[in-house]
């Protein structure tokens, strides 16, 4: 009988230990399974900020390109001649110039009517 028992009481501890490993092992299971999901949502969020940057940076180069063509096309000479035209500046049809013998006697180099 005490063979038995024995015997019995060794079945008994090898089944123990493969409970326990068998725990043990679907703890480290389950443990990876949610580090891997916590991770995977980790870059999915990290994937969608970089969606929005990367939309950003389109749009400011959108922007930047438009702001450069109206500098452009403000500041061609055309423009600036015909801004020019519309402040009442023309262009002189007749031009004096002053000699400077006449401004060297008396102190005059221009005059009002």
């Not at 038995?4 to 060794?10: I, W």
């Not at 679907?26 to 900020?49: D, M, P, R």
Request: negative net charge; hydrophobic residues 40%.
């Amino acid at each position: 009988m005490r063979l038995r028992n024995t015997k019995v009481e060794g079945e008994q501890k090898k089944s123990n230990v493969v409970r326990r490993l068998t725990m043990l092992l679907g703890g480290i299971a389950g443990v990876l399974v949610v580090v891997t999901v916590v991770v995977s949502v980790n870059y999915a969020s990290k994937g969608s900020e970089l969606m929005m940057v990367e939309r950003e940076i389109s749009k400011l180069t959108t922007e930047n390109s438009e702001v450069e063509e109206q500098i452009v096309k403000l500041t061609s000479v055309s423009n600036l001649v015909e801004g020019i035209e519309e402040t009442g500046f023309i262009d002189p049809e007749k031009i004096e110039y002053l000699s400077s013998d006449l401004a060297w006697g008396q102190g005059i180099i221009a005059k009002l009517p």
